[in-house]
Nanobody, 120 residues
């Protein structure tokens, strides 16, 4: 089991930027970011392989969100730019215990989440 801890959420105006962090308790071959807006289901937005850096972005965030990593500290960052009100959600870091990194259905280990609120 991997423990995941997110930080960095907050409130920002539309067009602004935020950076989220996720630190894992140990190495994991794959990590991802999900979000859940009020009244909606949880959606996967980014998935990345730790070793070779292959990264997959959902269409909703492609071109605005990017990731970076500090593998020595098992930390993944989500850089969110050009934020929109529709990006308002609870953001979760997650990892799968097996399977394909870009299959969001494989993820079964979750952080507690961090809130992002974007005002217009």
């Amino acid at each position: 089991q991997v423990q995941l801890v997110e930080s960095g959420g907050g409130s920002v105006q539309a067009g602004g930027s935020l950076r989220l962090s996720c630190t894992a308790s140990r190495y994991t071959y794959c990590m991802g970011w999900f979000r859940q807006a009020p009244g909606k289901g949880r959606e996967g937005i980014v998935a990345t392989y730790t070793d070779d850096g292959r990264t997959y972005y959902a269409d909703a965030v492609k071109g605005r969100f990017t990731i970076s990593r500090d593998n020595a500290n098992n930390t993944l960052y989500l850089h969110m730019n050009s934020l929109k009100p529709e990006d308002t959600a609870m953001y979760f870091c997650a990892a799968p215990s097996g399977g394909s990194c870009h299959n969001f259905n494989e993820y079964n280990m979750w952080g507690q989440g961090t809130q992002v609120t974007v005002s217009s």
